[in-house]
């Protein structure tokens, strides 16, 4: 007998529908698997016909033949267990076929016949939506994600018993389980950790942190060891505007993919941190496997992606940074093809001045003018240009800490940002762009227009720091942002210079 139910394989980020066929006929008692399945998938065949033995089920001793379609795509992961186990029950009459009709199912079963979790699922969900499946077909343990898909029906199983049952009286479920409540749309689940509260003093980084955020503009803290270079940009999400519910389901689906979703409350709510040690990989940070899966770039995706000790990244790490800095996705090349992943990440980034620390502080910093050039020299000049804001931070004093008021609160802070973030929002609201940071050269010409005083004041910095086009440009949307901050149409000669004060360390550090 014949059988087929529909499946689902994770490309990069997309979903590519599998249907899998069973097929149970007569002749020597064997079990094959056809279709361009992976070494991972084809160890299906032992742990359903184990599964389905220690459940009491016996598969008549005939030949079962398992083919995969369309065969051109390699089937990877151990979410086609359920799939095969079905298609098989089903051809060799233990089912019958018309209850698979309109079901995608995924999962990986173990020995004993337990359905486990996998990757991937709201992706998969939301295919079977857009193909008008019946429902879908899930290990319990990725119920809650499956069901932050709206209109479409699913039902999560625990073992082997309940896939068999499920699939004969899919209401047994729904009676079984009355709805839980969906997880919460938006929450703050951030509150109880860090907050700007914590920090006293550093009020020139704080400003530069507040003026990075509103224009999503790439930042660089630079100063000594010990300074809060970390402390600081560890807050930067806290302040950053509420994700929408679109916003938190496309991260979601990112973290579906790569396995990083809490079984409890799968919807992310929060902006990524992201701070990958400085001995990553190239790979690591763009995302790697013969079928690619996210890197940090995707990772960090609408929020704040933070490299400690920038120098030490290794220059690969670092370069594989300037194309998704540039267009917010991330291009891998594979033998299979071309994958695409989103990178619209927030560079933030902290380095010591020189190998020990001090520079340009010459009675503690023990460094040779060479150790000190060849330290900056490790962050090339174009990545350099794609950073819109340098602050220094210092070593807050004494007399700072201890008569210091308290800071301000991250949500107070997080208000300012939402007005400036939707003064750009209706700004922009017929580009393809959200925020200042994201501004191109056409664009700038367009939205960036500076009063008599200021134009003076830009031509004579332009001339006397010989500033690059790039650096012109970059000065003009930080200059746009803190226009924005204080509602002012037109950008005035105070926020260029202001704009230019976070300019000022490339001609103080890079020589
Ligand atoms: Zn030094």
Redesign the pocket.
């Known amino acids: 007998m014949f059988a087929s139910v529909l499946s689902a394989s994770i490309l990069g980020m997309e979903v590519c529908p599998i249907q899998v066929e069973a097929d149970v006929s007569d002749g020597l008692p064997s079990f094959t698997m056809v279709g361009y399945p992976s070494a991972q998938v084809k160890e299906a065949q032992d742990r359903v016909r184990t599964a389905l033995r220690n459940n009491g089920i016996s598969l008549p001793p005939k030949r079962v033949t398992v083919n995969f379609v369309p065969a051109d795509i390699k089937k990877e992961g151990a979410g086609f267990d359920i799939p095969v186990a079905a298609a098989v029950l089903s051809a060799a009459g233990i089912l019958h076929p018309s209850l698979l009709e309109g079901v995608m199912l995924a999962g990986e079963i173990s020995l004993n016949g337990e359905i486990y979790p996998v990757p991937g699922i709201l992706a998969r969900v939301i295919k079977a939506r857009e193909l008008k499946c019946r429902y879908c077909m899930v290990p319990y343990g990725n119920l809650q994600e499956a069901r932050l898909v709206k209109d479409m029906p699913v039902i999560g199983v625990k073992d082997l018993k309940e896939l068999i049952r499920y699939l004969k009286n899919p209401e047994d479920f729904h009676k079984e389980n009355p709805d839980r409540p969906s997880p919460k749309e938006t929450e703050n689940a951030w509150k109880t950790r860090v907050d700007f509260l914590d920090i006293h003093g550093q009020e020139g980084a704080k400003r530069a942190c507040e003026i990075a955020v509103s224009g999503f503009h790439n930042i660089l803290f630079i100063g000594p060891p010990g300074a809060g270079k970390t402390m600081l940009a560890k807050r930067l999400p806290t302040i950053m505007p509420q994700l929408t519910f679109e916003e938190s389901l496309e991260l979601t689906r990112i973290y579906s993919i790569a396995g990083l979703l809490s079984a409890d409350s799968p919807l992310i709510c929060q902006r990524p941190y992201r701070s990958p040690h400085h001995t990553s990989s190239a790979q690591a940070m763009a995302g790697g496997g013969r079928i690619p899966g996210p890197g940090e770039v995707t990772l960090a995706h609408r929020g704040v992606l933070f490299l400690d000790e920038m120098p030490e990244f290794s220059r690969r790490s670092l370069e594989i940074l300037r194309q998704p800095m540039e267009d917010k996705v991330i291009q891998l090349s594979r033998a299979s093809g071309t994958f695409t992943f989103p990178a619209g990440f927030m560079l933030a980034a902290a380095m010591n001045p020189?190998?020990?620390?001090?520079?340009p502080d010459m009675n503690r910093?023990?460094?040779t003018p060479g150790e000190?050039s060849h330290y900056l020299g490790k962050i090339s000049n174009p990545l350099l240009d794609r950073i819109d804001l340098c602050t220094e931070v210092s070593p807050v004093s004494f007399q700072q800490m201890n008569g210091a008021p308290e800071g301000e609160p991250s949500d107070t802070i997080r208000e300012r940002v939402e007005r400036t973030r939707q003064i750009q929002l209706e700004r922009y609201q017929k580009e393809n762009i959200c925020f200042n940071g994201e501004l191109s050269g056409r664009q700038i010409q367009k939205y960036c227009g500076v009063t008599e005083e200021g134009n003076r004041l830009l031509e004579q910095a332009f001339r006397k720091m010989e500033l690059s086009g790039r650096a012109y440009h970059r000065i003009l949307k930080v200059a746009r942002t803190i226009a924005d901050m204080e509602q002012e149409d037109k950008i005035h000669v105070s926020h260029i210079s202001q704009a230019l004060s976070y300019r000022a360390f490339d001609k103080k550090y890079w020589v």
């Open positions: 020189c190998p020990c620390g001090f520079f910093c023990r460094c000190v």
